[in-house]
């Protein structure tokens, strides 16, 4: 693995080989154990085109565990602003010879093009309606954790799918484990041919709820495409939004929009391991630099 772009660019070795590897690191640090300072010495450069709060910490926080420094770059205060390129960009700050790019851009295909710009590793932290891989690696490690298995697993996700790349890398993640997945959503919010990728699509909420060992909900992405999609945020909460979660566990990759898509009530429901994912995030992620840079 040199660049992490996508799961489409990952085979199953490397994924099971990851987790592995995030396990150990969550299993030393709940002993309190010293980690192995792969990053010491080692600049990871941040560069976040778009809005995040967990992807950018997490990355962060599990490059600081690995005794990395971590430079984040203020796209709004760089020279980007000045009319630099970003291939220009890029060329400069490779010249400061850091480790690895972090990178988010509202563009699919960025973290592609930039990894074809540099020879520095290239980690996609969320690019457009494409990928986000570091977020579905995390999903399958909570799901692991608590199936204690990656294969025979049933999940549905519900949601903006169509312009989600949450759930396209988690179609990719899932279908790689054969694992059972159903989408749901509203028609304008379901992408045409969708079963290709080998998932069924639900006729209702009920149907899409029941007997599914995780329910994985998607946030309304007020700043893209969702809110064309949809007549209203309250008539979305009235037919699509989870009111009640039964026997399955609870899955959002945030930020959740409380009472859009999914009740206020369930966040704090004891099958909701939506902060669990936050937690599993840098334990994934110091996988991630490990595999890429060890
Ligand atoms: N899950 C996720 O990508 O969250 P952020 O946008 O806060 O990074």
Same mark, same amino acid.
């Given at each position: 693995?040199?660049?992490?772009?996508?799961?489409?660019?990952?085979?199953?070795?490397?994924?099971?080989?990851?987790?592995?590897?995030?396990?150990?690191?969550?299993?030393?640090?709940?002993?309190?154990?010293?980690?192995?300072?792969?990053?010491?010495?080692?600049?990871?450069?941040?560069?976040?085109?778009?809005?995040?709060? !967990?992807? !950018?910490?997490?990355?962060?926080?599990?490059?600081?565990?690995?005794?990395?420094?971590?430079?984040?770059?203020?796209?709004?205060?760089?020279?980007?602003?000045?009319?630099?390129?970003?291939?220009?960009?890029?060329?400069?700050?490779?010249?400061?010879?850091?480790?690895? #790019?972090?990178?988010?851009?509202? @563009?699919?295909?960025?973290?592609?093009?930039?990894?074809?710009?540099?020879?520095?590793?290239?980690?996609?932290?969320? @690019?457009?309606?494409?990928?986000?891989?570091?977020?579905?690696?995390?999903?399958?490690?909570?799901?692991?954790?608590?199936?204690?298995?990656? /294969?025979?697993?049933?999940?549905?996700?519900?949601?903006?799918?169509?312009?989600?790349?949450?759930? %396209?890398?988690?179609?990719?993640?899932?279908?790689?484990?054969?694992?059972?997945?159903?989408?749901?959503?509203?028609?304008?919010?379901?992408?045409?041919?969708?079963?290709?990728?080998?998932? !069924?699509?639900?006729?209702?909420?009920?149907?899409?709820?029941?007997?599914? @060992?995780?329910?994985?909900?998607?946030?309304?992405?007020? /700043?893209?495409?969702?809110?064309?999609?949809?007549?209203?945020?309250?008539?979305?909460?009235?037919? #699509?939004?989870?009111?009640?979660?039964?026997?399955?566990?609870?899955?959002?990759?945030?930020?959740?929009?409380?009472?859009?898509?999914?009740? @206020?009530?369930?966040?704090?429901?004891?099958?909701?391991?939506?902060?669990?994912?936050?937690?599993?995030?840098?334990?994934? %992620?110091?996988?991630?630099?490990?595999?890429?840079?060890?």
């Amino acid at each position: 693995m040199k660049n992490l772009l996508g799961i489409s660019f990952l085979n199953k070795e490397d994924v099971i080989s990851i987790l592995q590897t995030a396990k150990a690191y969550k299993e030393a640090f709940c002993k309190k154990a010293e980690f192995e300072k792969i990053l010491r010495g080692k600049t990871v450069i941040s560069i976040f085109f778009e809005a995040s709060t !967990r992807t !950018r910490t997490s990355f962060e926080i599990a490059a600081k565990n690995l005794g990395g420094q971590v430079i984040n770059i203020d796209t709004k205060m760089s020279s980007l602003k000045k009319g630099e390129t970003v291939k220009d960009t890029v060329r400069n700050l490779e010249q400061m010879h850091p480790a690895v #790019f972090v990178v988010r851009h509202p @563009d699919s295909g960025f973290p592609l093009f930039l990894s074809r710009n540099t020879s520095i590793p290239v980690i996609n932290a969320g @690019d457009g309606t494409f990928e986000h891989p570091s977020q579905a690696l995390l999903d399958l490690f909570t799901m692991w954790e608590i199936e204690k298995k990656m /294969e025979g697993i049933k999940l549905s996700i519900i949601g903006d799918v169509l312009n989600s790349r949450v759930a %396209r890398s988690n179609i990719f993640l899932q279908r790689m484990f054969k694992n059972d997945v159903m989408v749901f959503g509203p028609q304008t919010m379901i992408p045409p041919q969708i079963e290709k990728l080998g998932v !069924r699509i639900a006729k209702s909420l009920k149907e899409a709820c029941t007997d599914r @060992d995780f329910i994985m909900l998607l946030r309304i992405q007020l /700043e893209r495409k969702s809110r064309s999609s949809i007549p209203s945020l309250s008539e979305y909460y009235k037919y #699509f939004a989870l009111k009640e979660v039964g026997n399955a566990y609870l899955l959002h990759p945030g930020p959740v929009n409380r009472n859009v898509e999914i009740d @206020d009530s369930l966040l704090c429901h004891p099958h909701s391991l939506i902060l669990k994912q936050v937690e599993n995030g840098v334990f994934v %992620r110091m996988a991630i630099f490990h595999h890429l840079l060890k």
